[in-house]
């Protein structure tokens, strides 16, 4: 898997670009393990280090004094702590597990791990969040470790805006200045595909922490996605799914201004109604 450095996605070995940003992927070579030749080094160290005691010596000569090492040692071996070149191999950690699929704060839908975003609330993703019953949870060990370190001096926010696509990946990132940011078509390479954005579609006005969002007469609309249950108000246009809805009260016919009554059936009970919404100024069934 190549895992790409802009976006964080993984893509298979055979693509050039990325699946989820369309940056351009970079095969690096990893080098080949080097722990066999660690250990021919290692033994070779040894051979050339032991004396065994049944190799041949050259006799010493009369007079000469032993050495104390070899009158001592017996086996030739380096005495701990020496110079001979032989070293314990670093133990080896075991492989961590990876991650399974983690529940979103807002929603609770399951988000694969590598995710930054949740594909059915668009809502950022924790990072060391908990995991579904068949995921396993990432080792705590960095969390332990950074909370023992200072805390670092907190940088000024900056505001941006990013879009998530329909499998909540991450398409693209545009930056926002404080004060007022246009949004649309012609504003910005990450929406200037998108077929249902007018060509300025709407404004961001960034003042500190607050942003404030308004609609420039565009065709489609601006919309907000409910995360809890809200109060619809007479005219007040909803979506559900790809359909466009206008909430309306049913209220008794009024008279006209001659006093002439509107004859019809009678309401058998009805007191509001949604209108299908089919073009700018164009209702369809009710």
Known sequence: MIICQRCGKENQDVYKFCLGCGAELHKEQQPAPAQGGQNVAMMKTMMADVNPSGAAQ????????????QAQGGGGFPPPGG???YQQPPQQQPPRQQAGPRNCAACGAEVPPNFKFCGVCGSPMQEGGPTTAGGQVPASEPQQQAHSAPAPAA???QARMTLIRPDGSEGGVHQLQQGENLIGRDHGATFETDGY????????????????????DSLNGVFVRMTEEEEVEPGQIIRIGQELLRFELIRPPAPLEDGTEVMGSPNPGYWG????IIGRDVDGSA
């Open 58 to 69: 050259a006799p010493a000569q009369a007079g000469q004094p032993v050495p104390p090492q």
């Open 83 to 85: 110079g001979g070149g």
């Open 155 to 157: 940088a000024p926010a």
């Open 197 to 216: 954005l007018s060509p300025t579609h709407a404004a961001l006005i960034v003042e500190g922490n607050r942003a404030t969002l308004r609609d420039l």
């Open 273 to 276: 109604k949604v209108t299908v």
